[in-house]
Protein backbone atom coordinates (compact mmCIF):
# COMPACT_ATOMS: atom_id res chain seq x y z
CA UNK A 1 0.00 0.00 0.00
CA UNK A 2 0.95 3.29 -0.56
CA UNK A 3 2.11 5.83 1.98
CA UNK A 4 0.52 9.22 1.52
CA UNK A 5 1.64 12.88 3.38
CA UNK A 6 -0.43 16.12 2.86
CA UNK A 7 0.58 19.44 3.75
CA UNK A 8 -0.59 21.65 5.68
CA UNK A 9 -2.33 18.96 8.33
CA UNK A 10 -4.32 22.36 9.16
CA UNK A 11 -5.01 25.81 8.58
CA UNK A 12 -6.90 28.80 9.57
CA UNK A 13 -7.53 31.26 6.27
CA UNK A 14 -9.55 34.32 6.00
CA UNK A 15 -12.02 34.86 3.31
CA UNK A 16 -11.18 35.83 -0.11
CA UNK A 17 -7.54 34.20 -0.05
CA UNK A 18 -6.39 30.82 -1.23
CA UNK A 19 -4.73 28.07 0.70
CA UNK A 20 -2.74 25.49 -1.50
CA UNK A 21 -2.55 21.65 0.26
CA UNK A 22 0.15 19.20 -1.25
CA UNK A 23 0.12 15.51 -1.68
CA UNK A 24 3.20 13.10 -1.33
CA UNK A 25 3.18 9.75 -2.24
CA UNK A 26 5.96 7.72 -1.22
CA UNK A 27 5.93 5.42 -4.82
CA UNK A 28 4.76 6.24 -8.57
CA UNK A 29 0.57 5.75 -8.61
CA UNK A 30 -1.54 5.96 -11.31
CA UNK A 31 -4.53 7.90 -10.09
CA UNK A 32 -4.38 10.76 -7.33
CA UNK A 33 -7.82 11.96 -6.48
CA UNK A 34 -8.70 14.88 -4.20
CA UNK A 35 -12.17 14.81 -1.60
CA UNK A 36 -13.90 16.63 0.50
CA UNK A 37 -15.36 16.03 3.86
CA UNK A 38 -18.00 18.48 5.08
CA UNK A 39 -18.24 18.46 8.58
CA UNK A 40 -20.15 15.48 10.09
CA UNK A 41 -20.36 14.21 5.80
CA UNK A 42 -19.20 12.15 4.08
CA UNK A 43 -16.94 12.32 0.90
CA UNK A 44 -17.29 13.96 -2.25
CA UNK A 45 -14.39 13.53 -4.69
CA UNK A 46 -13.80 17.00 -6.31
CA UNK A 47 -11.31 15.62 -9.24
CA UNK A 48 -9.11 13.26 -10.49
CA UNK A 49 -6.17 14.49 -11.23
CA UNK A 50 -4.45 13.22 -14.17
CA UNK A 51 -0.57 13.24 -14.95
CA UNK A 52 0.46 15.53 -17.62
CA UNK A 53 -2.97 16.97 -18.23
CA UNK A 54 -5.92 18.77 -16.95
CA UNK A 55 -7.48 17.30 -13.89
CA UNK A 56 -11.29 15.83 -14.54
CA UNK A 57 -13.84 17.47 -12.51
CA UNK A 58 -16.92 16.14 -11.18
CA UNK A 59 -20.18 17.74 -11.43
CA UNK A 60 -20.86 20.82 -8.87
CA UNK A 61 -16.56 21.89 -8.71
CA UNK A 62 -14.86 24.13 -11.29
CA UNK A 63 -11.54 24.46 -12.06
CA UNK A 64 -11.44 28.54 -11.02
CA UNK A 65 -12.45 27.36 -7.66
CA UNK A 66 -10.35 23.79 -7.19
CA UNK A 67 -7.64 24.47 -9.59
CA UNK A 68 -5.21 21.31 -9.21
CA UNK A 69 -1.76 20.19 -10.56
CA UNK A 70 -0.17 16.95 -10.61
CA UNK A 71 3.82 17.13 -12.41
CA UNK A 72 5.06 13.69 -11.38
CA UNK A 73 3.34 10.20 -10.61
CA UNK A 74 4.01 11.41 -6.80
CA UNK A 75 2.81 14.97 -6.25
CA UNK A 76 0.10 16.88 -6.93
CA UNK A 77 -1.60 20.11 -5.22
CA UNK A 78 -5.28 21.21 -4.93
CA UNK A 79 -5.59 24.67 -4.25
CA UNK A 80 -9.01 25.85 -2.53
CA UNK A 81 -9.56 29.98 -4.19
CA UNK A 82 -11.30 32.73 -3.25
CA UNK A 83 -12.08 31.08 0.37
CA UNK A 84 -15.66 31.25 1.92
CA UNK A 85 -16.88 29.67 4.99
CA UNK A 86 -18.68 27.18 3.01
CA UNK A 87 -15.22 26.00 2.15
CA UNK A 88 -14.07 24.72 5.53
CA UNK A 89 -14.11 21.58 5.60
CA UNK A 90 -10.97 18.53 5.34
CA UNK A 91 -9.60 17.77 1.85
CA UNK A 92 -8.16 14.39 1.56
CA UNK A 93 -5.77 13.05 -0.82
CA UNK A 94 -6.43 9.29 -2.50
CA UNK A 95 -4.17 7.42 -4.55
CA UNK A 96 -3.83 3.74 -6.22
CA UNK A 97 -1.76 1.77 -8.51
CA UNK A 98 -2.84 0.39 -11.74
CA UNK A 99 -5.40 -2.13 -12.48
CA UNK A 100 -8.93 -1.74 -12.21
CA UNK A 101 -9.25 -3.46 -8.86
CA UNK A 102 -6.68 -1.03 -7.43
CA UNK A 103 -7.49 -0.19 -3.95
CA UNK A 104 -7.35 3.62 -3.19
CA UNK A 105 -5.55 4.71 0.01
CA UNK A 106 -5.85 8.09 1.85
CA UNK A 107 -3.58 10.60 3.15
CA UNK A 108 -4.44 12.19 6.46
CA UNK A 109 -6.56 15.19 5.30
CA UNK A 110 -6.04 19.12 5.59
CA UNK A 111 -8.49 20.47 8.23
CA UNK A 112 -9.27 23.87 6.42
CA UNK A 113 -11.34 26.96 8.30
CA UNK A 114 -12.45 30.13 6.79
CA UNK A 115 -13.25 33.10 9.25
CA UNK B 1 -26.18 6.06 -10.86
CA UNK B 2 -24.56 3.87 -8.11
CA UNK B 3 -25.84 4.59 -4.87
CA UNK B 4 -24.50 3.59 -1.22
CA UNK B 5 -26.91 3.23 1.73
CA UNK B 6 -26.10 3.29 5.54
CA UNK B 7 -29.44 3.31 7.58
CA UNK B 8 -27.02 2.90 10.50
CA UNK B 9 -26.13 6.50 11.58
CA UNK B 10 -24.80 5.50 14.99
CA UNK B 11 -24.07 2.45 16.67
CA UNK B 12 -23.09 1.21 19.95
CA UNK B 13 -21.34 -2.14 21.37
CA UNK B 14 -19.66 -3.19 24.72
CA UNK B 15 -15.75 -3.68 24.60
CA UNK B 16 -15.20 -7.56 23.83
CA UNK B 17 -18.61 -8.18 21.68
CA UNK B 18 -19.77 -8.32 18.18
CA UNK B 19 -21.09 -6.15 16.35
CA UNK B 20 -22.73 -5.86 12.63
CA UNK B 21 -22.59 -2.24 10.64
CA UNK B 22 -25.06 -2.68 7.58
CA UNK B 23 -24.59 -1.25 4.23
CA UNK B 24 -26.48 -1.89 0.62
CA UNK B 25 -25.63 -0.43 -2.54
CA UNK B 26 -27.49 0.06 -6.15
CA UNK B 27 -25.94 -1.22 -9.27
CA UNK B 28 -26.43 -2.35 -12.92
CA UNK B 29 -23.08 -3.34 -13.38
CA UNK B 30 -21.55 -6.60 -12.79
CA UNK B 31 -17.42 -5.87 -11.82
CA UNK B 32 -17.19 -3.95 -8.95
CA UNK B 33 -15.62 -3.85 -5.72
CA UNK B 34 -16.90 -3.26 -2.16
CA UNK B 35 -14.82 -1.58 0.54
CA UNK B 36 -15.08 -0.60 4.34
CA UNK B 37 -13.09 2.64 5.55
CA UNK B 38 -12.37 3.49 8.72
CA UNK B 39 -12.43 7.21 10.28
CA UNK B 40 -11.25 7.54 13.60
CA UNK B 41 -10.75 10.69 15.28
CA UNK B 42 -7.54 11.68 14.14
CA UNK B 43 -9.31 11.95 10.28
CA UNK B 44 -6.97 9.38 8.82
CA UNK B 45 -9.02 7.04 6.49
CA UNK B 46 -8.20 3.88 6.99
CA UNK B 47 -8.98 0.81 5.03
CA UNK B 48 -10.38 -2.09 6.86
CA UNK B 49 -11.03 -4.78 4.29
CA UNK B 50 -12.68 -4.86 0.65
CA UNK B 51 -14.55 -7.39 -1.63
CA UNK B 52 -14.41 -8.22 -5.19
CA UNK B 53 -18.32 -8.90 -6.38
CA UNK B 54 -17.02 -11.46 -8.55
CA UNK B 55 -15.88 -13.63 -5.28
CA UNK B 56 -18.19 -15.23 -3.35
CA UNK B 57 -16.48 -15.88 -0.70
CA UNK B 58 -16.62 -13.27 2.23
CA UNK B 59 -13.85 -11.14 2.77
CA UNK B 60 -12.00 -11.73 5.86
CA UNK B 61 -9.19 -8.88 8.22
CA UNK B 62 -8.48 -11.09 11.63
CA UNK B 63 -11.30 -9.75 13.73
CA UNK B 64 -13.20 -8.03 10.87
CA UNK B 65 -15.08 -9.89 8.15
CA UNK B 66 -18.17 -9.24 5.86
CA UNK B 67 -21.16 -10.56 4.70
CA UNK B 68 -21.60 -10.17 1.00
CA UNK B 69 -24.82 -10.86 -0.71
CA UNK B 70 -24.69 -9.90 -3.73
CA UNK B 71 -28.31 -10.65 -5.03
CA UNK B 72 -29.31 -8.55 -2.35
CA UNK B 73 -26.92 -5.55 -2.74
CA UNK B 74 -25.76 -6.26 0.65
CA UNK B 75 -22.62 -5.94 2.36
CA UNK B 76 -22.21 -5.69 6.15
CA UNK B 77 -19.25 -5.36 8.37
CA UNK B 78 -18.91 -7.75 11.51
CA UNK B 79 -16.42 -6.67 13.92
CA UNK B 80 -15.67 -9.68 16.25
CA UNK B 81 -14.13 -8.37 19.60
CA UNK B 82 -14.76 -4.94 19.70
CA UNK B 83 -12.17 -3.15 21.23
CA UNK B 84 -11.28 0.08 22.10
CA UNK B 85 -9.48 1.55 19.54
CA UNK B 86 -12.68 0.49 16.95
CA UNK B 87 -14.39 3.06 18.26
CA UNK B 88 -14.69 5.41 14.74
CA UNK B 89 -16.78 6.35 12.10
CA UNK B 90 -17.23 3.43 9.40
CA UNK B 91 -17.75 4.32 5.46
CA UNK B 92 -18.81 2.16 2.73
CA UNK B 93 -17.84 2.23 -0.83
CA UNK B 94 -18.39 0.72 -3.92
CA UNK B 95 -16.04 1.17 -7.36
CA UNK B 96 -17.22 0.21 -10.58
CA UNK B 97 -13.88 -1.94 -11.92
CA UNK B 98 -11.87 0.63 -13.92
CA UNK B 99 -8.58 2.33 -12.49
CA UNK B 100 -10.50 5.72 -13.21
CA UNK B 101 -13.60 4.41 -11.73
CA UNK B 102 -13.94 6.82 -8.30
CA UNK B 103 -15.23 5.81 -4.58
CA UNK B 104 -18.68 6.04 -3.88
CA UNK B 105 -19.09 6.65 -0.36
CA UNK B 106 -21.78 5.77 2.26
CA UNK B 107 -23.26 8.70 5.04
CA UNK B 108 -21.07 6.67 7.40
CA UNK B 109 -21.93 5.33 10.74
CA UNK B 110 -20.45 6.20 13.71
CA UNK B 111 -19.39 3.26 16.18
CA UNK B 112 -19.11 3.78 20.16
CA UNK B 113 -17.16 0.91 22.01
CA UNK B 114 -18.44 0.88 25.60
CA UNK B 115 -15.34 -0.39 27.45
Known amino acids: SAVISQKPSRDICQRGTSLTIQCQVDSQVTMMFWYRQQPGQSLTLIATANQGSEATYESGFVIDKFPISRPNLTFSTLTVSNLSPEDSSIYLCSASGTGGADTQYFGPGTRLTVL | AQTVTQSQPEMSVQEAETVTLSCTYD???????LFWYKQPPSRQMILVIRQEAYKQQNATENRFSVNFQKAAKSFSLKISDSQLGDAAMYFCAYKRYGATNKLIFGTGTLLAVQP
Open chain 2, 27 to 33: TSESDYY
